[in-house]
């Protein structure tokens, strides 16, 4: 849950009084899809540059 807090997607209070850990857990598990995805789109764009050269 210290990864919601760090990437400011929730509070400690918020997960605390309003979030179940079920959905505490889909927020993770959305938030982990978006980092993987960034990263996939950031080596595509890597690969590109250097095939252009």
Same mark, same amino acid.
């Given at each position: *849950?210290? %990864? &919601?807090?760090?990437?400011? /997607?929730?509070? *400690?209070?918020? &997960? #605390?009084?309003?979030? %179940? /850990?079920?959905?505490? &857990? #889909? &927020?993770? $598990? /959305?938030? *982990? ?11 595509? *764009?890597?690969?590109?540059? !250097? !095939? $252009? #050269?």
């Amino acid at each position: *849950m210290y %990864t &919601l807090i760090k990437a400011q /997607l929730a509070s *400690m209070q918020e &997960l #605390k009084e309003y979030y %179940t /850990l079920d959905e505490a &857990l #889909k &927020l993770y $598990a /959305l938030y *982990m899809m978006e980092v993987d995805i960034e990263h996939c789109r950031n080596e595509e *764009m890597k690969n590109e540059a !250097r !095939r $252009a #050269k």
